[in-house]
């Protein structure tokens, strides 16, 4: 079976324009006899060095008091910093003229050298000073990006290695920097176009069709696409180096495993490329000395059913440690119909528009688990193959030949290929963070943390648009602002008929009660929904009912996330998913649930 690069093909008609970014400062100090708008409770106080304030906590404790009485104000010494400067606390419920007078109060004392507020400092994600970064609003905007920069602050990337398994590698700039090592799996020369079989140079040597029909029928003539270079450079361009784009796990290391040449690639070649790349042994193919812990696959075919020799491969990459990222496919369709996008333990992702709807020309349907930015280079009532809105498509490193390589450049593309490497990148980032992650975990953390669309999605688009930094901050045990922290399960639990299966999470690290609107986020795959009843069991054993059963809720799938008033549980605790088959004749699993603190 053949499959092809689920791109739909398009290409600027004018050069990208340069626009430079500033360089980032610092994080800006409050000027003397000013106030940060962030709330002040303490304020630093420096004695001169003979008075007793200087070194006797006892009598900077009796100044803290007497000017406490002057002001009216609530003062006391708090503690001696390593400066030798004296900490004195002001109270939660000072206001800004409150903190103004006791300033003024110590600055009055001829003892006293400087007084200055206690100020809050915050993380910040430098911005990357790539030329075309402007032009990326699927990192950064609020609308349809994916909260990339905020994820910066804790990780790059360091470390992993990401298999691009597409067309294979040209020669740019943006990317030198960031490659290993890779592989050529085709095993026919005629579409390898090198002369031989399978080798250890993955150069793209082009996916062109000279004539309509070389591909089969209905195929047409073509320019190659030099797709493996567009994939990759989402994941990993080399970022702050004052050019082109910044890639989303840009310290990580890119791998071009080639399997699509002439005519698309066989399922054969790609399975031994996936088994490969995650460190598994192919007959005939020296072992992969830089095995990729991410594969993504930005390629596929129709397919009712998933592939043997796909499932096995990917199966295999699994137990390995790798997590296998997969484009869901471009023909405005149910996913289930295409190939690798409906096996199993793969993540599927759907194209999102910058507008936050699905991309027009997306899959959809319930096998998607998370979407991501795809563009739109042109809107679904303008004319194949023109590009009419190339500012909202995904721009990435190319390569500017017709049929074999030129020039490097960058153009922006749409596509579930477009897509589906911004979940490689934050999956990259994510086991940059924290080396312990299965590809469970991060399968769950990034579907728990999404966020729900802006716009629409007809047929299902997964949990939402991935949230780069929502998840980075769940995995690392951060909490964003506005958010709390993420517990879930992502390990598939089969449902029969008839028959009571729970799934359970672990949460610890809390204090005191779950919230009071406790968000339960529950993915389950069934061909009967009305068939199931769900319950929250909290760790005492106290159920909460999320859902019951109704006979005539005849729909695919339970895809919801629930509210529940949990303030008289313990937050810490195994709580569980438990879910009740009441009828016979359509069973399914639990895919994956988690709780938001």
């Known amino acids: 079976m053949a499959a092809s690069a689920t791109i739909i093909g398009v290409a600027a008609t004018s050069s990208v324009a340069l626009a430079a970014e500033a360089t980032p400062l610092p994080a800006p ?18 004695y001169k060095s003979r008075s007793p304030e200087a ?4 009598a900077a404790r009796g100044d803290a008091a007497e000017k406490a009485r002057k002001t009216g104000e609530s003062l006391s010494f708090e503690r001696r910093l390593a400066g030798g400067a004296a900490l004195v606390d002001l109270g939660d419920t000072a206001t800004k003229q409150d903190v103004t007078d006791v300033m003024a109060a110590f600055r009055a004392d001829p003892a006293v050298a400087s007084v ?10 430098v911005t990357p000073n790539d030329t075309e970064y402007a032009k990326q609003w699927d990192l950064f905007e609020a609308t349809g990006g994916m909260n990339v920069p905020g994820a910066w602050d804790k990780t790059s990337g360091s470390g992993v290695t990401v298999a691009v398994i597409d067309t294979g590698q040209t020669n740019h700039s943006d990317m030198s920097g960031n490659l290993v090592s890779g592989y050529d799996f085709i095993s026919t020369s005629t579409d390898a176009r090198d002369g031989n079989g399978r080798d250890a140079n993955p150069n793209d040597e082009g996916d062109w069709n000279a004539t309509d029909g070389e591909c089969g029928t209905g195929s047409k003539a073509s320019s190659s696409s030099w797709h493996g270079t567009h994939v990759a450079g989402t994941i990993g361009a080399t970022t702050h180096n004052t050019k082109g784009i910044a890639g989303i796990a840009y310290g990580a290391k890119v791998q071009h495993v080639r399997v699509l040449g002439k005519c698309g690639g066989s399922s054969s070649d790609i399975a031994d490329a996936i088994t490969w790349a995650s460190g598994g042994s192919v007959p005939g193919v020296p072992a992969n000395a830089t095995p990729a812990k991410v594969i993504n696959l930005s390629l596929g075919g129709a397919s009712s059913t998933c592939p043997s020799v796909y499932q096995t491969a990917i199966n295999g990459a699994v137990s390995r440690g790798t997590t296998v990222v997969v484009a869901a496919g471009n023909s405005n369709a149910n996913a289930s119909g295409f190939t690798p996008a409906n096996c199993a333990n793969v993540i599927t992702v759907a194209s999102t528009s910058r507008e936050g709807n699905r991309s027009y020309y997306s899959n959809f349907g319930s096998i998607v688990d998370v ?14 193959g023109t590009v009419t809105t190339p500012e909202n498509g995904i721009l990435s490193t190319l390569n500017s030949g017709t049929t074999t390589q030129a020039a490097e450049n960058y153009k922006p593309y749409q596509g579930t290929s477009m897509a589906a490497p911004h979940i490689a990148g934050l999956a990259a980032l994510m086991k940059a963070a924290k080396s312990t992650l299965a590809p469970a975990d991060i399968e769950s953390a990034i579907k728990a943390n999404a966020r729900p669309l802006p716009g629409t999605c007809t047929g299902g688009c997964g949990t ?4 780069a930094t929502k998840t980075v901050n769940a995995v690392t045990g951060t909490t964003t602002p506005g958010t709390g922290a993420a517990f879930t399960n992502a390990t598939d639990v089969t ?9 359970s999470v672990s949460v610890t690290g809390r204090t005191g009660n779950a919230p009071a609107a406790l968000k339960v986020d529950v993915d389950i795959k069934h061909t009967w929904r009305g068939d199931l009843v769900v319950d929250l069991v909290a760790p005492d054993g106290t159920a909460y009912r999320l859902k019951n059963s109704s006979g005539n809720d005849s729909a695919d799938n339970v895809l919801a996330t629930y509210t529940v008033d949990a303030s008289t549980e313990a937050a810490n605790g195994v709580w569980k998913l438990r879910v009740q088959d009441v009828a016979s004749g359509d069973t399914g699993y639990i895919d994956s649930w988690g709780l938001t603190f």
């Not at 200055?116 to 994600?125: C, K, N, S, V």
């Not at 979407?371 to 194949?384: C, I, K, M, S, V």
């Open 464 to 467: 939402g648009i991935a949230d």
């Open 55 to 58: 070194t006797s906590n006892s």
């Open 116 to 125: 200055e507020p206690d100020i809050r400092a915050y993380a910040m994600a």
């Open 371 to 384: 979407a991501a930015p795809g563009g739109e280079t042109r809107r679904a009532t303008d004319t194949p």
């Open 495 to 503: 449902i029969v008929d008839n028959a009571t299966v729970t799934s």
């Open 29 to 46: 100090q409050a000027a003397p006899g000013t106030l940060p708008s962030a709330p002040v409770e303490k304020v630093i106080v420096t």
